[in-house]
Nanobody, 115 residues
Framework: QVQLVESGGGLVQPGGSLRLSCAASGNIFRLATMGWYRQAIGKQRELVARMTVGGRIDYADSVKGRFTISRDNAKNTVYLQMNILRPEDTAVYYC?????????WGQGTQVTVSS
């Protein structure tokens, strides 16, 4: 059984920064593509960033140059450093693990960007 637990969300002013963390339990972390998705009110869930075991990274165009995904395989943790935050980044952010079979999801952490 895989469990993903996110932390680090909160309220931040425009232009500010937050760092999200996702701690994974279970045995697939070292084999899985780890990613961050977000869902704003009234919108579909969308990919923010993902990182394969081999280190390939994909970012949504809207976050390129502002967000950085990283992973620490020794700690079974994936991070999302978010800089220069904008009001449109406001959403619930979800951690995702993709290997074989169904994806695993965390419970989500709220990020609100507002003055």
């Amino acid at each position: 059984q895989v469990q993903l637990v996110e932390s680090g969300g909160g309220l931040v002013q425009p232009g500010g920064s937050l760092r999200l963390s996702c701690a994974a339990s279970g045995n697939i972390f070292r084999l899985a593509t780890m990613g961050w998705y977000r869902q704003a009110i009234g919108k579909q869930r969308e990919l923010v960033a993902r990182m394969t075991v081999g280190g390939r990274i994909d970012y949504a165009d809207s976050v390129k140059g502002r967000f950085t995904i990283s992973r620490d395989n020794a700690k079974n943790t994936v991070y999302l450093q978010m800089n220069i935050l904008r009001p449109e980044d406001t959403a619930v952010y979800y951690c995702n693990a993709h290997f074989v079979g169904p994806d695993y999801w965390g419970q989500g952490t709220q990020v609100t960007v507002s003055s």
